[in-house]
Nanobody
Framework: QVQLVESGGGLVQAGGSLRLSCAAS????????VGWFRQAPGKEREFVAG????????YYADSVKGRFTISRDNAKNTVSLQMNSLKPEDTAVYYC????????????????????WGQGTQVTVSS
């Protein structure tokens, strides 16, 4: 069992930056692929970024490519999402999710592939 806790959300003006963190506890995090998702009011939860458990593979949604960077520190059991050049359309609740996998280079983009989810952190970008 893995428990995930997100932090770092808040209110920021358009063009600003935020850094989200996902802290894992309960099991060794190094064998888990991790994804960040977001859900805006009235919309479905969507993939934002993902990272393999090795850290060697990352993947981004087109809407955030070049602005967001995902990284992980397996020694600290954390995954971070650096968000730059934020836009009002980035406003959403952001969730991290994890799934244990033997495939060290795989990133999953579908919500159904993930077994563990955090409670979410609100990101609001004002225009």
């Amino acid at each position: 069992q893995v428990q995930l806790v997100e932090s770092g959300g808040g209110l920021v003006q358009a063009g600003g930056s935020l850094r989200l963190s996902c802290a894992a506890s309960g099991r060794t995090f190094s064998s888990y692929a991790v994804g960040w998702f977001r859900q805006a009011p009235g919309k479905e939860r969507e993939f934002v970024a993902g990272i393999s458990w090795s850290g060697g593979t990352t993947y981004y949604a087109d809407s955030v490519k070049g602005r967001f960077t995902i990284s992980r520190d397996n020694a600290k059991n954390t995954v971070s999402l650096q968000m730059n050049s934020l836009k009002p359309e980035d406003t959403a609740v952001y969730y991290c999710a994890a799934v244990r996998t033997a495939l060290g280079v795989v990133v999953f983009t579908r919500t159904t592939r993930y077994d563990y989810w955090g409670q979410g952190t609100q990101v609001t970008v004002s225009s």
